[in-house]
């Protein structure tokens, strides 16, 4: 089965600091999607990448599949306070599969 | 825009009673997803439906049953509640006919507390 590790577990960022958070996968990866969780509700949708070198960005947040499929970043450009919250990242098995997720990064902005 | 709808948004229940969850997706994502996610955890697969019929499976206990109806809203069944049961249960719709192909979109989730 596939797993996904992401790092860091957690992590604390001075406000208007750049921050990266790795997911990585076991198996080469059909579609990636990352998703924002504020604590105890629901995942917003962020992106969802399938191209090997696919990058893609959405205000100050930008995502990048490597060439080969197996780890993906994401970044954010001057942090703020509403970027707080548990990143998780999801692989896509294909067809209509459930995703698999990471265990997530919980992000704490400090102002 | 309209987004995927899950009601109720909290439950609380009885051990060895049984709740009903339901979903309803948003136009033109004809594939739903269903998703626990136990406290501190990360969202673990249940079971996926793509045009009524049930598509794939995953780590749902034999306690469970789901369906998705000619509307293509889902209901999540759930019969002898155990305390372990209380989590947060998502449903997400996606498909190949929706906006981005195969993107899922969560619900709010459902809030399921066993006593």
């Known amino acids: 089965s596939q797993e996904l590790e992401q790092s860091p577990q957690s992590l604390i960022v001075q406000e208007g600091k750049n921050l990266t958070i790795n997911c990585t996968s076991s198996?080469?990866?059909?579609?990636l999607y990352w998703y924002k969780q504020k604590y105890g509700e629901g995942l917003i949708f962020l992106m969802m990448?399938?191209?090997?070198?696919e990058e893609k960005s959405h205000e100050k947040i930008t995502a990048k599949l490597d060439e080969k499929k197996q780890q993906s970043s994401l970044h954010i450009t001057a942090s703020q306070p509403s970027h707080a919250g548990i990143y998780l990242c999801?692989?896509?098995?294909?067809?209509?599969?459930?995703?698999?997720f990471g265990k997530g990064t919980h992000l704490i902005i400090q102002p | 825009a309209a987004g995927v709808i899950q009601s109720p948004r909290h439950l609380i229940k009885e051990k060895r009673e049984t709740a009903t969850l339901k979903c309803y997706p948003i136009?033109?994502?004809?594939?739903v997803y269903w998703y626990q996610q136990g406290p501190g955890q990360d969202p673990q697969f249940l079971i996926s439906?793509?045009?009524?019929?049930?598509?794939d499976k995953g780590s749902i206990p034999d306690r469970f049953s789901a369906q998705q109806f000619s509307d293509y809203h889902s209901e999540l069944n759930m019969s002898s509640l155990e305390l372990g049961d209380s989590a947060l249960y998502f449903c997400?719709?996606?498909?190949?006919?929706?906006?981005?192909?195969?993107?899922?979109?969560f619900g709010p989730g459902t809030r399921l507390t066993v006593t």
């Open positions: 198996k080469t990866l059909y579609g």
């Open positions: 999801g692989a896509d098995g294909g067809g209509a599969d459930g995703l698999t």
């Open positions: 136009p033109r994502h004809d594939t």
């Open positions: 439906f793509y045009e009524k019929m049930q598509s």
């Open positions: 997400a719709v996606g498909g190949a006919g929706a906006v981005v192909p195969y993107e899922q979109y």
């Open positions: 990448l399938q191209k090997g070198g």
